[in-house]
């Protein structure tokens, strides 16, 4: 099975006027740093504060009538996507997820109607309980990434950023089960082959770069991250995201969590945003000198369900404690 430009194109179809055409603003600090213009593609004006939503619409759309209701597990905003696309149709929603899930993303899905089941400490567990669920209750799984209508519906980002900025040289795309990288790229490659796509995951857990080093699924130790979006792993019986992300990306780049919270302070003060810690890191890797750039370059913030707490600590320069993790602190210095 593979996903085409046709896929992506009739899954904008399905999103037209409720999860599109979200802004792409430049960066004049990024390109006054870097010596290339630098746009940033903004997911976080989604209605749910994530681009989710355009997969979990897309693959919702398609299921038959009559289903009992939907299930998926989740680091968060994908549950988001899934919740919000099954009130929209009526079904019953129930989201699976790990206690790692920060408390804001947790409320942000009950708020939508949703059920939450708490399944164990990882991404692994929360997905064994939502396939338990879907056996016993008859509930459709949404997966997060590996499933055709989510990368397609992902890939609407692609079209647009190459529709908004057509000489674009290099993407820079975070990389967490690989939904979102194989669908942009999978989109922007067939409108312009020779763009430099570069996937980019925090270097605690990352298990799509370690699964394409290996050549096969690798499962990683889930740790606490400031970016918690991009955690968990890529399922042992990946189908699509692992192949795409083979053939499409020109390379993925790991990033620290000093990095991160560098770019998160980059993000508040130079570009007045708030974001999570996933969408910064492609702005992390070329603070950080990890990814040069070659000419205009875009990246995609993903999302901002974040908690603010943690934020604000970071904008104040304090030290962050994530699990058993120290980050620290550091004043924003241009
Ligand atoms: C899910 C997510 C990602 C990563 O997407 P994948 O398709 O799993 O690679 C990045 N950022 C945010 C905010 C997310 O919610």
Sequence with gaps: MTITLADILAARKVLKGRADATPMVPSPHMEARFGHP?????EIAQPIGAFKLRGALNAVAALPEGVAGVTCCSTGNH???????ARERGLRAVICMSDLVPATKVEGIRALG???RIAGRSQDAAEAESRRLSETEGL?????????HVIAGQGTIGLEMLEAVPDLDTL??????????AGIACAARA??????????????????????RAGRPVDVEEVASLADSLGGGIGSDNRLTLAMC??????????????IYRALQTLFYEERLVAEGACVVGIAAVEAGRVTLTGPTATVLTGRNLDMTVLAR?????????????????PYAA
């Design 38 to 42: 630098f746009w940033l593609k903004l």
């Design 79 to 85: 549950g988001r996507g899934v919740a919000y696309a």
């Design 114 to 116: 949703a059920e939450v």
């Design 140 to 148: 459709v799984r949404i997966p997060p990434f590996d499933d055709p």
């Design 172 to 181: 820079l795309i975070p990389l967490s089960g690989g939904g979102l990288a």
């Design 191 to 212: 409108i312009n082959p020779r763009l430099r796509i570069v996937g980019i995951s925090m270097d605690r857990g990352a298990a799509m770069h370690e699964s394409l």
């Design 246 to 259: 083979r053939d499409l990306l020109d390379e993925v780049v790991l990033v620290t969590e000093a990095e």
């Design 314 to 330: 970071i904008v104040a320069g304090q030290d962050v404690r994530l699990g058993d993790t120290l980050i620290e602190g550091r």
